[in-house]
């Protein structure tokens, strides 16, 4: 039993926790076994710490250890049952970067998918035929350039774009806003058996976690995390597709959105992501030759940049971030990022994307 991921678990399966709390903590905690041995130490509310000395009291009796051993038999049980916990070299190193990374994995397949090179495509779950014929035809034209799919695995565009790549013999991971053990929707069994047999589903929710509606916006934001670009195809104003658009620009992702019908409503989202920045797609070969043109040679840093610049081109080259995570990232106050900002931008530097700065690497 590996101990370190026995306390994460513990961690996780806390009441009340959360992961934005557990994030705070994580700024003043070294291990997660200290969380318990000091409960009166962190930045807690009263009924948490009740909880935490609770744990500590009644030790391997406590229902949270209990359900956290559980989680174990269920990975020692299959080869293809993995739990990956933040600190692990398994975690996706994208998916860490963003500041509400989940603390555990729950993964039923190939884990080192995860660290792919992966287009994230998402839109309607009531998608028309031809919206579902692009989906399906995007994602095998991706897999044919050694691209990972990942979506949500819900009806619609998911599922089209999942049954892509697989029928180009590529891979694919469906993102789970409920337990890794729980088939949603039921009608995907099947399918979800070959994600797992070639591709991998992945959960940030212990096993048994049913599926409720505060899960899938939640959900988006790994989709996101893991991809390098989002692509949405058919999706209204107000649904879950724009959702992951927005978390996707907030983690400096590029968002890409496919037009439609202008008469059709499911369409809309997909028109105002256009009007606002997003790149417009209508082929594969769009998203490829972007890619290609931005793959260019970085030369030296000038030697006049202040230590803040500096700075900011080291998190510029591992991420398109907006101010708001650059200022997350580096602990500076967005306001006091401006001047620095501008004067990269005016040297040709950086650029301004929809979703935020790019490092140009042009002097």
Excluded at 3 to 26: F, I, M, N, Q
Excluded at 135 to 141: D, F
Excluded at 236 to 256: F, I, M, N, P, W
């Amino acid at each position: 039993m590996n101990k370190d991921t026995l306390a994460w678990l513990r961690w996780v399966l806390v009441p009340g926790l959360g992961v934005k709390r557990s994030h705070e903590l994580l700024a003043h905690i070294d291990s997660p076994s200290s969380l318990f041995l000091h409960p009166d130490r962190w930045p807690l509310p009263d009924s948490i710490k009740a909880v935490l000395k609770q744990m500590a009291h009644l030790g391997e009796q406590h229902p949270v250890h209990r359900r956290a051993m559980d989680q174990l038999v269920w990975q020692a049980e299959n080869d293809n049952h993995h739990l990956i916990a933040l600190p692990d070299d398994a975690y996706p190193s994208l998916l860490a970067e963003i500041h509400d990374a989940p603390l555990m994995l729950w993964v039923q397949g190939q884990p080192t998918l995860l660290s792919s090179q992966q287009i994230g495509i998402v839109g309607s779950r009531s998608a028309s035929p031809n919206a579902r014929n692009h989906a399906k035809s995007l994602a095998k034209k991706l897999c044919r350039h050694q691209k990972t799919i990942t979506s949500g695995g819900a009806s619609g565009i998911d599922k089209a774009c999942h049954e892509g790549a697989l029928e180009a013999q590529g891979h694919t991971i469906a993102v789970f806003g409920c337990g890794i053990d729980q088939i949603y929707p039921k009608s995907h069994r099947a399918l979800f058996g070959e994600i797992a047999r070639s591709g991998a589903l992945v959960s940030e929710h212990p096993l048994g976690t049913i599926p409720k509606p505060g899960h899938f916006p939640r959900r988006n934001r790994i989709i996101s995390g893991l991809s390098e670009s989002i692509v949405v195809v058919e999706a209204a104003l107000k649904s879950g597709s724009l959702v992951t658009a927005q978390h996707a620009l907030e983690q400096g992702r590029d968002v890409y959105a496919m037009p439609g019908d202008v008469l059709n409503p499911n369409s809309a989202g997909c028109h105002q992501l256009i009007r606002d920045g997003a790149y417009l797609l209508t082929d594969a070969q769009d998203m490829l030759e972007f890619g290609h043109q931005n793959q260019v040679e970085i030369p030296e840093l000038p030697s006049h940049l202040n230590p803040v610049q500096l700075r900011i081109i080291e998190q510029l080259k591992r991420a398109h971030l907006p101010i708001e995570g650059l200022s997350h990232e580096l602990s500076i106050a967005a306001h006091q990022l401006l001047e620095p900002l501008l004067e990269l931008e005016l040297e040709g530097l950086i650029e301004q994307h929809p979703g935020g700065y790019v490092y140009s690497g042009f002097a």
